[in-house]
């Protein structure tokens, strides 16, 4: 697939170069930065990269969604650098992580372990009403109306009552010139909606290296019903249930994702 973008992805290296090296995915509205605290917590043994994905954060934009496309891009530019030397882990959430599942499919050279974080390669429509929501919450807002950030946070205070979403969602929200825009391409966000929670077929691909795959126990992203999809595309599969946690696990559960991470990505073998 010849995958093309507006600008190239941006990332962010966090650590020296210790040797051992991985890659951080985020999910839909997230950017590279959400997993700062979770690279800080492996340092110094490991060596992170934070990836912006395309149409999120300082990356650029395509003309439609499509995570193979996704994933060829992001591989581009790992072979162009962070991985210029030899293959990485890669790490990823929700809609992260099915990039990075597909990355690992499509490009097994490049990934040496696999962390699958509260997702599964299987449709999740049901997912898609809340997300269609925060979309329609986020487009409606009236930019041009905003003399400071505060007043997209009131105005936002009625739709997404959460005030943890709330500023999750606001990180997107960028200062330029008088006025704001929106850092995501909201357009195509919302637009594509249905096949973000949509997993494609990857016919007969399997990735052979080891998975560790995290979910969350208040989270519905991940049930026992996936389990036979995630164990066919990746046989060498241990899966693990993070207590207490919802499906933004990293963020609700850091300490307890850090030594998750430690324990399999310094494993032998």
Do not use: C
Not at 29 to 55: C, W, Y
Not at 260 to 267: H, M, V
């Amino acid at each position: 697939m010849n995958a093309q973008i507006s600008r190239p992805i941006h990332s962010a290296v966090v650590g020296d170069d210790s040797g051992h090296r991985v890659v951080f995915l985020h999910g839909l509205f997230g950017r590279g930065k959400n997993f700062t605290t979770i690279a800080s917590g492996l340092r110094p043994e490991l060596q992170s990269l934070l990836v912006d994905l395309p149409n999120h954060g300082q990356s650029g934009w395509t003309e439609s969604f499509d995570y193979a496309e996704m994933a060829d891009l992001v591989a581009a530019h790992l072979r162009a650098g962070f991985a210029a030397e030899g293959p990485v882990d890669v790490v990823g959430h929700s809609m992260g992580g099915k990039v990075a599942m597909i990355l690992a499919l499509r490009h097994p050279d490049l990934v040496r372990r696999l962390v699958v974080v509260d997702i599964a390669p299987v449709a999740r429509t049901s997912s898609g009403t809340d997300f269609r929501h925060l979309l329609g919450a986020l487009a409606a807002l009236d930019l041009g109306s905003l003399e400071k950030r505060t007043d997209a946070a009131e105005a936002l205070r009625g739709p997404i009552p959460n005030g943890t979403v709330r500023g999750f969602l606001l990180q997107n929200l960028k200062r330029e010139g008088d006025g704001f825009r929106w850092e995501p391409n909201l357009g195509l966000l919302r637009s594509e909606l249905d096949t973000i929670m949509d997993f494609p077929d990857q016919g007969d691909r399997t990735f052979p290296g080891p998975v560790l795959w995290i979910d969350g126990e208040r989270s519905d992203y991940v049930t026992d019903a996936d389990e036979s999809a995630m164990r066919r595309l990746f046989p060498r599969t241990r899966r693990t249930t993070v207590r207490g946690a919802g499906h933004w696990v990293h963020a609700e559960a850091p300490d307890v994702v850090v030594a998750a991470l430690r324990a399999f990505l310094l494993a032998g073998g």
